[in-house]
T-cell receptor, first 114, second 115 residues
Framework: KNQVEQSPQSLIILEGKNCTLQCNYTVSPFSNLRWYKQDTGRGPVSLTIMTFSENTKSNGRYTATLDADTKQSSLHITASQLSDSASYICVVSPYNTNAGKSTFGDGTTLTVKP | GAVVSQHPSWVICKSGTSVKIECRSLDFQATTMFWYRQFPKQSLMLMATSNEGSKATYEQGVEKDKFLINHASLTLSTLTVTSAHPEDSSFYIC???????????FGPGTRLTVL
């Protein structure tokens, strides 16, 4: 069964600090892994998308890493801002996406405090 | 970037009425659209996958006669919650996937409250 597990479930950090969110998956065969940011009451917004051959991808203060061998990904947030407070969701898609069955993690709720 | 809109953004209705939610891909064509439901502090739950011009594929446990999905064009999918009840109150989110890649672009969501 395809699974995506995210940790921690929730995280509180002070403004300006860095943090790292984890995503472990068992989806196979693997096509791509995406990190989304979801603000409360809003739809998810794509941060990064990584394929099998990519190890690192950055989007501003967000840097995602992928280890396809160990099936692990991380999202590193640098110099956090209050607006980073949101839920971060890891989504993994199988190789054949015609079925549309991407697997969603439960998300990590990040709270950035002043 | 790709934009997906939803309308309405929120709706309050009486129990027993039907509510239609629209999902539009504004600047790309989406052969496939997805409908999700999200309860407070929970992850998105896939309800159904719709492909333009064909019947939607519903996830296990989702009543197709209650949640009517119509993907009439490459830029529009609608979800109709028929005979809504308070337990249908939730945050409904659609996403669209273009023919050019695997990325799903999400709409802003629709908050449904059934009294």
């Amino acid at each position: 069964k395809n699974q995506v597990e995210q940790s921690p479930q929730s995280l509180i950090i002070l403004e300006g600090k860095n943090c790292t969110l984890q995503c472990n998956y068992t989806v196979s065969p693997f096509s791509n892994l995406r990190w989304y940011k979801q603000d409360t009451g809003r739809g998810p917004v794509s941060l990064t998308i990584m394929t099998f051959s990519e190890n690192t991808k950055s989007n501003g203060r967000y840097t995602a890493t992928l280890d396809a061998d160990t099936k692990q990904s991380s999202l590193h947030i640098t110099a956090s801002q209050l607006s980073d407070s949101a839920s971060y969701i890891c989504v993994v898609s199988p190789y054949n996406t015609n079925a549309g069955k991407s697997t969603f993690g439960d998300g990590t709720t990040l709270t950035v405090k002043p | 970037g790709a934009v997906v809109s939803q309308h309405p953004s929120w709706v309050i209705c009486k129990s027993g009425t039907s509510v239609k939610i629209e999902c539009r891909s504004l600047d790309f064509q989406a052969t496939t659209m997805f409908w999700y439901r999200q309860f407070p502090k929970q992850s998105l739950m896939l309800m159904a996958t719709s492909n333009e011009g064909s019947k939607a594929t519903y996830e296990q446990g989702v009543e197709k006669d209650k949640f009517l999905i119509n993907h009439a064009s490459l830029t529009l999918s609608t979800l109709t919650v028929t005979s809504a009840h308070p337990e249908d109150s939730s945050f409904y989110i659609c996403s669209a996937r273009s023919d050019m890649g695997d990325t799903q672009y999400f709409g802003p969501g629709t908050r449904l409250t059934v009294l």
